[in-house]
């Protein structure tokens, strides 16, 4: 049973980023680290690798030459190779952009799980796997906090409104996972002195068939006017008061505010 | 093409989900800036029965997509022919893991505009506009369907983007989705079912929050915090430190991967307000943090930032409010 | 020859630095506290393969090159001494082996010391042996195809805690220590061995420092490291490399000390300014940083001639534990002096860095003894006939 994870290199949280004059994202010099979501699945694929579910571990990437660090990052925590799909007519890609080429990838590696964690960190939408499952016509399993393979069926457990159902598909699927996999294991140094040798392959545009013309171009979406936040009202501190006496000020402050 | 806003309703257990409330009047607000009009997508157990009802939150028409319990992305195929043949200029789907899900296979099946998720949208000139915060906050960032761009566009709206209107009188016109190609979409199923004994509350729906964190230090710890939920009359959130430590269900998480959630009123008790935290619950209208570190970061961006012991302070402030509330009951 | 850090040794400082950040950093408090030693902290290291890098990859280990070790005892230092003498010591422990041990020797004990599943001590000083090694008196009496061991060890690090320990004694008691010592392995699980104490300590707490008793302890000849006699050279060899690691760990405590200076004197304000704004605290700050980052490179670039095989390594291994020793002491003081008030409480970490810096002035050879050693070097490259010193 082969797993294809899917992962993306992003800016490191907390790093200062700003949009550009023409209102893109600005990568460049920022700490770049594996979208810590997709290391949530990581860890499932490799455990599923442990328990002998599978037996092959594939990385894919699409991203500036750079994102095979990422690659190479996730190759340290386990897995058995990594392909990075990388192109200057990908620069600035589009949620659909990103779907179609890594749903092409996706098809030329047939993987029996596709797998991908919940969403990016830097620019949120989430839309990736379901439009990936929607172009290759194959089930989709989101949200899952633990994914099962047996049988020729995937399913996921997934939190409902009170408990948790476990959804089930025939493979192949693309499957997501949540934060309640549980701890991303840290890459051993043995680890990260293998990663080196495993094999990375990158592929362009050519090799997947697709049409740079088709994928690049403008942007479905227009971002017109990029501004700070409302300024908030500064803070007010309430310290050093005996338990009663701030309380009757917390109350008095949510009551002037009409909210008791 | 028409100015009609689409946007999805999903039905459970026999009801419509707050989010197609929402939705429903934010879709009739968007249409009547449009000149459109606003039409349901309905799925779900109750879909059938329910979605004329929708008309009295602003629904002009409402189209059936199903009226089975199954998980929600299996409704793709239904969902893909019936945008298709509205012809719409914009389908608002609820950020939530359904919404998300059946949002991604319209944008993966028919190429449109993406957007959000939002906090704002609004239709200018015939031309949508939506408001996103991005960049973990820190930006707000203005956008719309670039010029030559296919409809419809597909919007996630955030929960408490738009409160549902009380007391309309009309009554959707119901029609039957088009007949759906066959979608491999739909081959997901329900294996097996563990409802937990007690109903948890949707903390998207909540108009007080009271959260705890670390600081609470174990389950029997929510309890004042329970106490004070229930004498503002709100809902019991917490942080992920608190869900992974098994203190309360993991519905309760707040969080960049729990709920989003957009209360009148949020008090954090024993949380530090770590980003992770933050982005679930920064666009409350009033934060409230009680922590005893001075320099706990949820202190920076609180309203009121009370500094003290939270085993003291808020079982002292259930007891004024409720002092108060008992003063106007009399 | 050139010691700028490499692509890999920027990885590897990543790596330890997380590892030591999020799991090693949070521990070092209560580990001073309870001076309880850090098993679980030995299972992570190993498990992580940070325990093998002295080793060849055919016993298990991942060879990395002197500086590269240096930086992972240097990291993890910087989050806590103690925790920093698992790797240290288990180096140590196996030196003798690996620099005099036979194949059959290195087969039987590398692998499960590379992995961490045994741990190894170095069994050389006694009461009244410190300094002065030659004056050991615990003897190894022949008998048939064994030796005996009787006697006693002192300042044993990790003594108490370890599977294995190379352990010196006189062979020939006639011929005193200089020729009549030999190197053993000794499994701490033969009977008549006993660790009956641990000392209460300065610093390191949660490093067992101990006593070790030998009665009658039987140990097979196959475990006789090297000849007889060849027992003052190995240790002499061992401790010539060890040292090494000692700076190294003397250079993550003080940059450590520093990192918690910098951040404290920048968010501290009295006066109506920042502390770190005040040219006096800056002009502090800078001689600890400049102070530390040579005690840095003049360790990395003994690291170097150690894989270079330089022949005047002692000189090189010497000035570097010398200064980095008497660099930590300093920077770790003047840390507490940057923290005022607060420096001196148990609720900031330079109290326990400046008492844990301490023994980096004292251990595997003295200040004073590597200043005798840097000398002896010293003269020789002048000519200087230094036999009778």
């Not at chain 2, 996630?156 to 309309?168: D, I, K, Q, R, S």
Request: with cysteine.
């Amino acid at each position: 049973m082969k797993i294809v994870v899917c992962i993306k290199q992003v800016p490191a949280t907390g790093a200062d980023k700003r949009y550009t004059d023409d209102l893109r994202l600005d990568r460049a010099g920022v700490e770049a680290i594996i979208n810590p979501l997709d290391e949530y699945a990581i860890e499932q694929a490799l455990r599923l690798a442990d328990d002998g579910s599978a037996d092959a571990v594939t990385y894919l990437s699409m991203g500036p030459e750079q994102a095979s660090e990422a690659l190479r990052r996730a190759l340290a925590m386990g897995g058995d190779d990594a392909v990075l799909v990388t192109d200057p007519a990908l620069a600035g890609a589009d949620e659909w952009a990103t779907a179609k080429v890594l749903a092409a990838a996706l098809d030329k590696l047939a993987p029996d799980v596709a797998l991908m964690g919940m969403a990016s960190d830097d620019a949120r939408g989430s839309l990736v796997p379901g439009a990936v499952a929607a172009m290759r016509d194959v089930p989709l399993l989101s949200y899952g906090s633990e994914l099962a393979v047996a049988g020729g069926e995937a399913r996921v457990r997934r939190l409902s409104a009170t408990g948790f159902d476990w959804i089930a598909a025939p493979l192949p699927v693309v499957a997501t996972v949540t934060d309640q996999v549980g701890e991303p294991r840290y890459a051993s140094l043995k680890g990260i002195m293998a990663a080196k040798r495993k094999p990375l392959e990158t592929w362009s545009l050519g090799d997947l068939g697709l049409d740079a013309g088709e994928l690049s171009g403008a942007a479905l979406t227009t971002v017109t006017d990029a501004r700070p936040p409302e300024a908030k009202a500064p803070t007010e501190r309430i310290e050093n008061l005996p338990p009663a006496e701030a309380a009757a000020k917390i109350a008095d402050w949510l009551a002037a505010r009409k909210l008791i | 093409m028409s100015n009609d806003i689409l946007f999805l309703a999903e039905f459970a257990g026999g009801n419509p989900a707050r989010s197609a409330l929402e939705l429903a009047t934010g879709a009739a607000e968007l249409a009547s800036q449009s000149g459109g009009s606003a039409v349901a997508l309905a799925y779900g157990s109750g879909a059938a029965s329910g979605a004329a009802g929708l008309g009295a939150h602003g629904a002009a028409r409402a189209i059936v997509l199903g009226d089975e319990d199954r998980p929600a992305i299996t409704y793709a195929g239904s969902l893909v022919a019936a945008v298709r043949e509205a012809q719409a200029l914009a389908v608002l789907a609820p950020a939530t893991p359904n919404g998300r899900d059946l949002a991604a296979a319209l944008v993966g099946t028919l190429h449109v505009p993406a957007f959000g998720p939002v906090r704002a949208a609004r239709v200018v000139d015939g031309v949508l506009e939506t408001e996103q915060a991005t960049l973990q906050g820190s930006v707000i960032t203005t956008a719309r369907p670039s010029d030559g761009a296919p409809a419809p566009s597909v919007v996630l709206v955030l929960a408490n983007t738009f409160t549902p209107a009380e007391g309309g009188a009309g009554s959707a016109d119901v029609s039957q989705a088009p007949a759906a190609a066959g979608s491999a979409l739909s081959r997901a199923s329900v294996a097996e079912s563990h409802p937990a004994e007690a109903k948890v509350v949707n903390l998207e729906e909540a108009t007080v929050i009271v959260a705890g964190g670390r600081g609470v230090g174990g389950e029997e710890g929510f309890g004042p915090l329970r106490d004070l939920a229930a004498a503002l009359g709100g809902a019991v959130g917490a942080s992920r430190a608190a869900a992974d430590a098994g203190w309360i269900p993991y519905q309760l998480q707040i969080g960049q991967t729990g709920k989003v959630v957009k209360p009148a009123l949020y008090i954090g008790a024993g949380i530090s307000g770590a980003i992770q935290h933050r982005v679930g619950m920064q666009t409350a209208e009033h934060v409230v943090a009680i922590n005893r570190d001075p320099d706990a970061p949820i202190g920076e961006f609180a309203d009121l930032f009370v500094v003290g012991d939270l085993f003291q302070i808020v079982p002292a402030l259930t007891e004024e409010i409720r002092r108060r509330k008992g003063h106007e009951g009399a | 020859m050139s010691y700028l850090p490499s692509t890999e040794h920027d990885e590897l400082r990543a790596m330890v630095r997380e590892l030591a950040d999020e799991q090693i950093a949070p521990r070092a408090a209560a580990i001073d506290e309870t001076a309880e030693f850090p098993h679980d902290l030995k299972e992570l290291l190993a498990q992580q393969d940070l325990l093998g890098t002295c080793f060849e990859e055919r016993h298990g280990g991942t060879a990395l090159d002197t500086v590269a070790q240096c930086i992972l005892v240097e990291e993890i230092a910087r989050a806590d001494a103690t925790t920093s003498l698992i790797p240290i010591v288990q180096k140590l422990g196996a030196l003798p082996i690996l620099l005099s041990g036979s194949e059959e020797q290195k087969d039987r004990y590398l692998p499960r010391l590379a992995s961490g599943e045994w741990l190894i001590a170095f069994a050389l000083t006694e009461a009244a042996a410190g300094s002065d090694v030659a004056a050991n008196r615990m003897r190894a009496t022949r008998d048939g195809d064994d030796y005996v061991l009787n006697g006693s060890k002192r300042f044993i690090t990790h003594g108490s805690v370890a599977n294995v320990l190379t352990v010196f004694a006189l062979t020939d008691p006639q011929a005193g220590g200089r020729k009549g010592m030999s190197a053993f392995i000794v499994e701490t699980d033969t009977p008549g061995f006993a660790a009956p104490r641990v000392e209460h300590k300065m610093g390191i707490r949660g490093s067992p420092t101990a006593e070790l008793t030998f009665d009658d302890v039987r140990v097979p000849s196959g475990n006789r490291i090297g000849q007889d006699g060849e027992g003052f050279k190995i240790a002499m060899a061992t401790l010539d490399r060890s040292r090494l690691s000692i700076a190294a760990q003397a250079v993550g405590i003080a940059q450590g000390a520093l990192d918690a200076s910098v951040s404290y004197a920048s968010d501290r304000t009295q006066f109506g300014q920042r502390v770190s704004d005040f040219q006096g605290i800056q002009w502090m700050l800078a001689d600890m940083s400049a102070q530390t980052e040579a005690a840095r490179q003049l360790t990395y670039a003994a690291a170097a001639r150690v894989d270079a095989h330089a022949p005047d390594l002692p000189y090189w291994t010497s000035s570097a534990k010398l200064v980095a020793g008497d660099t930590a002491m300093r920077v770790t003081t003047d840390a507490v002096q940057v923290l005022g008030g607060y420096g001196y409480i148990t609720e900031y970490p330079v109290e326990r860095m400046m008492r844990d810096a301490k023994i980096t002035q004292l251990y595997e050879g003295t200040q004073q003894i590597q200043r005798l050693v840097v000398a002896r070097q010293l003269l020789q490259r002048a000519g200087v006939d230094t036999r009778g010193s």
